[in-house]
């Protein structure tokens, strides 16, 4: 038999070596150039959104499957949506 591999969608891709909040702000200070504490209150409030701000300390094997795909989510979320919007020309 072959083994089954799981769905991508389902599996969450967060650095297990860091806790939730950090996998939520890593992205934002490297990637946008946030500054920290930006990235931080950005974080907060998008774990807030999802019910996991009494979570934000613990790693990414404390957490449940469905934990860890909203910590994941809010993380693309905050590359998404940035907070100030570049001017179109």
């Known amino acids: ?6 769905n991508s969608s389902q599996t969450a891709e967060l650095f297990p ?5 950090s ?7 490297k990637v946008l ?3 920290g504490a930006a990235a931080d209150e ?3 409030m998008l774990l807030a959104r999802v019910g ?8 990414p094997a404390q957490l449940s499957g ?8 809010q993380d693309t ?3 998404i949506f940035r907070q100030k919007a570049k001017p179109t020309d």
């Open 77 to 79: 979320l905050a590359l």
């Open 33 to 35: 150039k946030r500054s």
């Open 17 to 21: 070596h860091l806790t939730v909040l």
């Open 1 to 6: 038999m072959d083994a089954v591999t799981p």
């Open 66 to 73: 469905g934990q860890q795909q909203r910590v994941a989510g």
């Open 42 to 44: 950005k974080a907060r």
């Open 23 to 29: 996998n939520v702000t890593i992205a934002q200070i």
């Open 52 to 59: 996991l701000s009494s979570r934000i300390t613990k790693y």
